[in-house]
């Protein structure tokens, strides 16, 4: 059963500091992984999306990678403001054929000023 | 739509009532989901309509539980004789096509008292 971790669970550092987080999985056999970041009280907004074939995707200060082999996903802020606070949440998705997209518990991280 | 639009965003229900959920996805999306967000859990899969196709329904925890997707747009949570364990957000997502990145609505938050 495939199960994903992120670690650690809650970060907190000042503003203007580089920062990763981690996500790990423990069946290599995924489609594909995606980045989402959610605010208290609202819904999923997706950063990044990674394909099973693909190494890292970039989107402004975030850079997201993916080890399909070693089963593991980072998440690199750089330069974070305290408007990055929020929860970020880790999901692999099995096969085409899948459906769901299986989560982690999230990162819930605080940039302060 | 331009992003996936949830209804009610916030319902309260006493306990043993049923409630309906509404999900409108973007437009031309052909994959619908639907998720439930407990206090301090992940995100749990509950159903995943794709086209005309029968939907899977693995994720559902109890036979009050149902769903429904009309012409293929739409989609409907029903949950019947709520119980408090029901208290959660519901998201719903939408995508293109099956394995690419989803996206989310704001939720509904439902709570059983």
């Known amino acids: 059963k495939q199960e994903v971790t992120q670690i650690p669970a809650a970060l907190s550092v000042p503003e203007g500091e580089n920062l990763v987080l981690n996500c790990s999985f423990t069946?290599?056999?995924?489609?594909?992984l995606q980045w989402f970041r959610q605010d208290p009280g609202k819904g999923l907004t997706s950063l990044l999306l990674i394909q099973s074939s693909q190494r890292e995707q970039t989107s402004g200060r975030l850079n997201a990678s993916l080890d399909k082999s070693s089963g593991r996903s980072t998440l690199y802020i750089a330069a974070s403001q305290p408007g990055d606070s929020a929860t970020y949440l880790c999901?692999?998705?099995?096969?085409?054929?899948?459906?769901?997209?299986?989560f982690g518990k999230g990162t819930t991280l605080s940039v302060s000023s | 739509g331009a992003g996936v639009s949830q209804s009610p965003s916030n319902k309260v229900t006493e306990k043993g009532k049923d409630v309906e959920l509404r999900c409108d996805p973007i437009s031309g999306h052909t994959a619908l989901y639907w998720y439930r967000q407990s206090l301090g859990q992940g995100l749990e899969f509950l159903i995943y309509?794709?086209?005309?196709?029968?939907?899977?329904k693995s994720g559902l925890p109890s036979d009050r539980f149902s769903a429904e997707r009309t012409g293929g747009s739409v989609s409907t949570l029903t949950i019947q004789r709520t119980q408090q364990e029901d208290s959660a957000v519901y998201l719903c997502?939408?995508?293109?096509?099956?394995?690419?990145?989803?996206?989310f609505g704001s939720g509904t938050r439902l709570t059983v008292v």
């Open positions: 309509f794709q086209g005309n196709s029968a939907p899977d």
């Open positions: 069946d290599s056999a995924i489609y594909n």
């Open positions: 999901a692999v998705k099995l096969g085409q054929a899948g459906t769901a997209l299986i």
């Open positions: 997502a939408s995508s293109f096509v099956q394995g690419h990145g989803y996206t």
